[in-house]
């Protein structure tokens, strides 16, 4: 009997290990794609409470009368679509990379309290009595050999709290833990063309400043002076778009010890084609170098201005009579009701707003500031 050679039985040994690789390699990928939820709520599981947790700061959010808020903000309301993204996006992550069972290497990956400690963040979602439902460590990102630095993340591991399996999932994940980005920031939208006329006054007196009364309707927005003088166009309108967008940065209870320090010295009062007015008081106090504005918001409904503005509308219409516009009257807007403004009161009614700088500086214009500059 012959004997093989030796180079033959390498070469079939490397055949059957490659063999044997491709199966492991197959059955390793088929695997790795049965991907699976991270996190399941029980059936009879309710969230009533968020806890997020990055180093030594934590932001509870929390369900009070059927909406979320801010427990560290006198239960003010949460942004409930950044909740909403929260929870969709914890509750639909897909995991289906396994890639460590030892727990001495859980700081490693940054999935446990130490890495937590240290500025990783843990997320818990909570029943109304404080008990965890679920929990979940948001660790280290896995990083790519890319020169960008913003752009070298390969995903990010992640481990649910209890179990002692950390993974690796193919997007990032982030939430903060400052409360003011949990803040219900949006608090009105009313646009330039339902602002009617705009007073300014100093407080607490309530003395004049000026006025401004906005121009016909149907026309391009502009502003002048009761007795018509010209005024600084952008500045004007810089102005009349105080309502416009008007965001927050945080708040504080009026009857707080820091709503109750606060000296309101300037008055903003927007009056609209809606038959309601804005009134816009504010506030500067200083911390530190750092000045920020709080405003104080009212909203009262008047019928005599809701008339008025329904006759202007009647003079324009009867002005434009028989020519091209007067195929075309204006409709008069639609008005806002007691019951409207009533609730938009009340919402305001407890709070102090700070208000950004570029949003202050529409509420702290003064006669000077609107002076017609000489060309």
Same mark, same amino acid.
């Given at each position: 009997?012959?004997?093989?050679?030796?180079?033959?039985?390498?070469?079939?040994?490397?055949?059957?290990?490659?063999?044997?690789?491709?199966?492991?390699?197959?059955?390793?990928?088929?695997?790795?794609?049965?991907?699976?939820?991270?996190?399941?709520?029980?059936?009879?599981?309710?969230?009533?409470?968020?806890?997020?947790?990055?180093?030594?700061?934590?932001?509870?959010?929390?369900?009070?009368?059927?909406?979320?808020?801010?427990?560290?903000?006198?239960?003010?309301?949460?942004?409930?679509?950044?909740?909403?993204?929260?929870?969709?996006?914890?509750?639909?992550?897909?995991?289906?990379?396994?890639?460590?069972?030892?727990?001495?290497?859980?700081?490693?990956?940054?999935?446990?309290?130490?890495?937590?400690?240290?500025?990783?963040?843990?997320?818990?979602?909570?029943?109304?009595?404080?008990?965890?439902? =679920?929990?979940?460590?948001?660790?280290?990102?896995?990083?790519?050999?890319?020169?960008?630095?913003?752009?070298?993340?390969?995903?990010?591991?992640?481990?649910?709290?209890?179990?002692?399996?950390?993974?690796?999932? *193919?997007?990032?994940?982030?939430?903060?833990?400052?409360?003011?980005?949990?803040?219900?920031?949006?608090?009105?939208?009313?646009?330039?063309?339902?602002?009617?006329?705009?007073?300014?006054?100093?407080?607490?007196?309530?003395?004049?400043?000026?006025?401004?009364?906005?121009?016909?309707?149907?026309?391009?927005?502009?502003?002048?002076?009761?007795?018509?003088?010209?005024?600084?166009?952008?500045?004007?309108?810089?102005?009349?778009?105080?309502?416009?967008?008007?965001?927050?940065?945080?708040?504080?209870?009026?009857?707080?010890?820091?709503?109750?320090?606060?000296?309101?010295?300037?008055?903003?009062?927007?009056?609209?084609?809606?038959?309601?007015? =804005?009134?816009?008081?504010?506030?500067?106090?200083?911390?530190?170098?750092?000045?920020?504005?709080?405003?104080?918001?009212?909203?009262?409904?008047? *019928?005599?201005?809701?008339?008025?503005?329904?006759?202007?509308?009647?003079?324009?219409?009867?002005?434009?009579?028989?020519?091209?516009?007067?195929?075309?009257?204006?409709?008069? *807007?639609?008005?806002?009701?007691?019951?409207?403004?009533?609730?938009?009161?009340?919402?305001?009614?407890?709070?102090?707003?700070?208000?950004?700088?570029?949003?202050?500086?529409?509420?702290?214009?003064?006669?000077?500031?609107?002076?017609?500059?000489?060309?």
């Amino acid at each position: 009997m012959k004997r093989q050679s030796p180079i033959f039985l390498l070469l079939g040994l490397f055949l059957v290990l490659g063999a044997l690789y491709l199966i492991m390699r197959d059955d390793d990928s088929r695997s790795s794609a049965e991907s699976r939820a991270l996190l399941q709520l029980p059936n009879s599981g309710s969230v009533e409470k968020i806890v997020i947790t990055e180093g030594e700061i934590s932001t509870e959010l929390r369900v009070v009368d059927d909406r979320w808020t801010l427990p560290s903000r006198d239960n003010y309301p949460a942004a409930s679509d950044k909740v909403r993204a929260l929870l969709l996006k914890l509750l639909n992550l897909q995991v289906n990379q396994k890639v460590s069972e030892k727990q001495d290497a859980f700081t490693h990956f940054g999935v446990d309290d130490a890495a937590v400690k240290g500025g990783r963040t843990r997320v818990s979602l909570q029943d109304a009595s404080g008990k965890e439902i =679920i929990g979940v460590y948001l660790g280290e990102l896995r990083r790519t050999r890319s020169l960008d630095p913003m752009n070298s993340a390969a995903g990010q591991y992640v481990r649910r709290a209890g179990e002692n399996v950390v993974y690796l999932v *193919p997007e990032t994940i982030a939430f903060s833990s400052d409360p003011v980005l949990w803040i219900r920031s949006e608090l009105l939208a009313i646009a330039e063309d339902h602002v009617w006329k705009i007073t300014q006054e100093k407080l607490p007196e309530h003395v004049l400043d000026f006025e401004l009364l906005a121009s016909d309707p149907g026309t391009p927005k502009k502003y002048n002076t009761p007795d018509r003088i010209e005024v600084e166009a952008s500045t004007a309108s810089q102005i009349g778009t105080g309502l416009e967008n008007f965001r927050i940065e945080d708040v504080v209870r009026r009857d707080s010890d820091a709503g109750k320090a606060l000296t309101f010295d300037r008055s903003t009062t927007y009056d609209l084609d809606t038959g309601q007015r =804005i009134t816009v008081d504010t506030a500067v106090t200083t911390t530190g170098d750092k000045s920020f504005t709080f405003a104080r918001l009212q909203a009262t409904f008047d *019928p005599k201005l809701l008339e008025e503005i329904k006759a202007r509308y009647a003079q324009v219409n009867e002005s434009r009579r028989g020519t091209e516009q007067g195929d075309h009257p204006l409709e008069t *807007p639609k008005a806002a009701t007691e019951e409207e403004t009533a609730k938009l009161n009340a919402s305001f009614a407890d709070w102090y707003y700070r208000v950004p700088d570029f949003q202050a500086e529409k509420y702290r214009k003064t006669k000077d500031d609107l002076a017609k500059k000489s060309s």
